[in-house]
C-alpha cells in the first residue's frame, strides 16, 4: 500500500513512537530511566524499613535454664457456673 516493505499503517504508527521518544525533546529518555531508578529505590527503601520494623517489633526469646519448667496448663474461667 505505502511500498515500505509490507509495513501497514499500525507498525508505522509504533516506530514514529518509538522515534518520538529517542529523538524528541531535551531528555526525554534519562529523564524516563531517571524516573524509573527512582522509583526502584523508593522501592527498595520500604522493602528495608519493613524488615527493620518486622525486627524491631519482636522481642527476642528468652532462654531457659537446664530443669526450668514452664506452666502451660490454661486458667479456668470462674464466671461459668
Request: proline letters at 5%.
Amino acid at each position: 500500500m505505502f511500498g515500505l516493505g509490507g509495513a501497514g499503517p499500525f507498525q508505522l504508527i509504533i516506530v514514529l513512537v518509538i522515534a518520538l521518544l529517542v529523538f524528541g525533546g531535551r531528555g526525554k529518555i534519562s529523564s524516563i530511566m531517571g524516573d524509573l531508578a527512582n522509583g526502584m529505590k523508593s522501592f527498595r527503601q520500604g522493602l528495608k524499613d519493613d524488615e527493620s520494623t518486622e525486627s524491631e517489633e519482636k522481642p527476642a526469646p528468652k532462654a531457659l535454664d537446664d530443669g526450668e519448667t514452664i506452666n502451660i496448663t490454661p486458667k479456668k474461667d470462674k464466671t461459668e457456673a
